[in-house]
């Protein structure tokens, strides 16, 4: 208990490890793009406003980070 004399002063619990739970889910990377998931590229081709296959061109131009995909698109729409 926490109002317990020799529980306060111990200084760490023993006989307890912290034991990550399992997951089979997993968070979504925001950071980087897969083509390989359809959900993904309806949704970036959607955020950055363009075609599948501008988004995949610009994904083998400067790679699946976010920031330089949308970067090298506004470049690119710039320039044309």
């Known amino acids: 208990m926490r ?3 020799q529980e306060r002063d111990r200084p760490g619990r023993t006989g307890r490890v912290h034991v990550p ?3 089979s889910v997993h968070a979504p990377d925001y950071w980087h ?7 993904q590229v309806r949704f970036w081709t959607r955020e950055f ?5 501008d ?3 610009a994904l083998r131009e400067v ?3 976010v920031g330089r ?3 090298h698109l506004m470049n ?3 320039s044309s």
């Open 49 to 53: 406003g363009v075609t599948e296959e």
């Open 69 to 71: 995909v949308r970067t």
């Open 33 to 39: 793009i897969d083509l390989g998931k359809p959900w």
């Open 63 to 65: 790679g699946d980070h």
């Open 55 to 57: 988004l995949r061109a």
């Open 3 to 5: 109002n317990d004399p």
């Open 21 to 23: 739970m399992a997951s």
């Open 76 to 78: 690119h729409r710039k």
